[in-house]
């Protein structure tokens, strides 16, 4: 029989020496993570001693099934990857085969990609308010997201014909001309969206149960965040102050005028904070776009590149020839690197192309945020309670397939 | 928009302060420079990658404090076969750089980075995961993305987009 010591025990031990803490697993099917994601817990009690994230179940090779595509059938692939913001990828992508090729683009296309950006932004943001709110217990906030939501995706589906997985933006500019009667619906929208945000605010902000279950919570300080990669509005609740839309401005950002938020608390209601009132610059911006539209053509003028219209085909000989070439052998990109980099709703979202000078890329990879947002989540949670650990993974704001690509 | 013939040149790329730092502190370790589509590359001796990016990291002038991604590229069957590409991101004076270290294929293997920034630990395993590149020094290096009982790495050239059969 084994005789307790007569010394009180040591931290992380029982009495008889041995280790007392429990491995415990939370997920792949957990329906906090958001996906496929499994962390195995290390736990002493309630708190957490240790934490890992373990992905690759969403893995589907995608960059290297680029290698193997023509540059434009790299589009729809793009949309995959971040579901929940599909047109934030198409942009990135094509901002950096636009940069291999050296394309000018429209001022109306450029137009485009902003309004649709920021409302792809707003849908982003919308799921992640409705999920995050409901893993920490308020049901009703995400019915009210996903009513906006669903207006959001009634826009992708008339400009592209899909409500998700739109590939909407092409090499050299846009697919279509947006329908007639979309500007008035999405005008609309925007007049009345930042009534619904107060709504969202007004169940939410001041909430003494929300607050309790996300102010002080996981925690990560400005230097930590840095160090760990994290981006987007996780890195500006820490405090830094980073928004590529204003200091390294793309397709038209520069001309428009918003703020970015920043706080300094670095937990989850700060990050909370941030991405409200990002939804409230953001449909600043679609007001905008919106009010400063410019007229003109949706596709850069470079018809080796971009596919002729359905009608010029049909009754012209060079665009038919071009037309049939594009198709069928894409179209060569000078030899050379890029490294594209967006905001995207979760961060930085950057594209590494490496072209030698054929139809096809050599190298595609993406960058993702929530790949990089990840790391932060065990410097987040270590130390503090298994229940924070879901708040923790909704302020972080992570999409599976992004991260696993 | 013309594309703009890429300046490989290092005395007119000096004043980039990425450059300049590096060869203020060690001229050698820099083995070239690239400044293409308003990208600055600089390749870089494999064996000084980690204090490379220490001595960035801790610049005063313009400290590339952000490691935005880290990468590589297999050129096979050219050697040596593999590139790592470190894109490198100052976030006080919102300048980029992209570091190049050529690592040949018969062991690969290259200093691991987790030391300046604990973000590269990922990144590292996944390019060790697909890629196959060692990276000594690494905490915890192992698959991240395949199986653990997987064979070969996927982003080979070398390695067939349908898999072995």
């Not at chain 1, 669903?150 to 589906?157: C, G, K, S």
């Not at chain 2, 001796?45 to 590339?64: G, N, Q, Y």
């Given at each position: ?221 400005a230097e930590?965040a840095i160090a760990?990669g994290a981006g987007g509005?996780?890195l500006r609740?820490s405090g830094v102050d980073i928004d590529l839309r204003r200091d390294a401005p793309y397709?038209?950002y520069e ?5 970015v938020?920043v ?75 890029v490294y594209q980099a967006i905001e995207?709703?979760?961060g930085e979202?950057g ?16 960058r993702?945020?929530?790949?990089a ?33 | ?11 007119v790329l000096k004043p980039h302060p990425a450059l300049a730092r590096l060869l203020e502190w060690?001229?050698?370790?820099v083995?070239?420079a690239?400044f293409?589509r308003d990208e600055l590359t600089i390749?870089i ?7 490379v990016c220490a001595i960035l990291r801790d610049s005063a002038d313009c400290p590339f404090n952000y490691l935005c991604d880290l ?15 470190y894109h490198l991101l100052s976030i006080p004076h919102k300048e980029r750089v992209r570091l ?13 980075v987790?030391?300046v920034w604990?973000s ?46």
């Amino acid at each position: 029989m084994t005789q307790f010591p007569a010394t009180a025990a040591e931290p992380g031990q029982n009495r008889t020496g041995e280790d007392r803490t429990l491995v415990l697993n939370m997920g792949p099917q957990h329906p906090s993570t958001h996906g496929v994601l499994r962390l195995v817990l290390e736990i002493d009690g309630e708190t957490i001693v240790r934490l890992k994230p373990e992905i690759g179940f969403l893995h589907t090779g995608i960059e290297k099934t680029c290698e193997a595509k023509f540059y434009q059938q790299v589009v729809p692939l793009t949309d995959r990857i971040d579901y929940l913001c599909p047109l934030t990828n198409n942009l990135a992508y094509c901002l950096a085969v636009e940069k291999l090729l050296g394309l000018e683009i429209p001022p109306k296309a450029q137009w485009m990609r902003v309004l649709m950006n920021e409302l792809t932004r707003i849908n982003s943001h919308l799921v992640w308010l409705g999920t995050h709110a409901m893993d920490l217990g308020a049901m009703t906030v995400f019915l009210y997201c996903f009513r906006e939501r669903e207006d959001v995706l009634r826009f992708f589906e008339m400009v592209s014909g899909q409500r998700m997985m739109t590939s909407y933006f092409r090499i050299g500019g846009l697919a279509l001309e947006p329908p007639l009667g979309f500007f008035e619906k999405v005008k609309k929208f925007a007049d009345r969206f930042p009534g619904n945000v107060d709504e969202y605010e007004g169940l939410l902000t001041g909430n003494p149960i929300f607050m309790m279950r996300t102010k002080g919570i996981a925690r990560l300080s400005a230097e930590d965040a840095i160090a760990l990669g994290a981006g987007g509005p996780t890195l500006r609740g820490s405090g830094v102050d980073i928004d590529l839309r204003r200091d390294a401005p793309y397709t038209g950002y520069e001309n428009f005028k918003f703020k970015v938020p920043v706080r300094t608390e670095g937990d989850v209601f700060a990050r909370y904070l941030c991405r409200v009132e990002e939804l409230r610059e953001s449909i600043g911006m679609v007001q905008q776009a919106l009010a400063g539209m410019p007229e003109g053509p949706i596709k850069a003028d470079a018809p080796k590149v971009v596919l002729p219209d359905r009608e010029k085909m049909k009754t012209q000989m060079e665009a038919l020839i071009y037309h049939f070439k594009i198709v069928t052998e894409g179209f060569a990109v000078p030899a050379g690197e890029v490294y594209q980099a967006i905001e995207s709703p979760r961060g930085e979202m950057g594209y590494y192309i490496v072209s030698d000078g054929t139809a096809k890329p050599y190298r595609v990879h993406m960058r993702g945020p929530s790949f990089a947002n990840l790391q932060a989540l065990a410097k987040m949670c270590e130390g503090g309670l298994i229940a924070d650990v879901v708040a923790a993974i909704g302020s972080i704001d992570i999409v599976l397939g992004d991260v696993d690509r | 928009m013309p594309l703009d013939p890429p300046i490989t040149d290092i005395e007119v790329l000096k004043p980039h302060p990425a450059l300049a730092r590096l060869l203020e502190w060690n001229v050698s370790v820099v083995q070239a420079a690239k400044f293409d589509r308003d990208e600055l590359t600089i390749w870089i001796e494999k064996e000084a990658i980690r204090e490379v990016c220490a001595i960035l990291r801790d610049s005063a002038d313009c400290p590339f404090n952000y490691l935005c991604d880290l990468t590589c590229v297999d050129w096979y069957p050219s050697e040596p076969r593999f590139e790592v590409v470190y894109h490198l991101l100052s976030i006080p004076h919102k300048e980029r750089v992209r570091l190049k270290a050529r690592v040949d294929g018969s062991s690969p293997a290259i200093e691991s980075v987790t030391s300046v920034w604990p973000s590269a630990n990922f990144y590292e395993r996944e390019v060790f995961d697909l890629f196959g590149v060692r990276f000594t020094g690494h905490p915890n290096l192992e698959r991240i993305m395949m199986p653990d009982d997987w064979e070969g790495h996927p982003l080979r050239k070398d390695y067939p987009v349908e898999g072995y059969r």
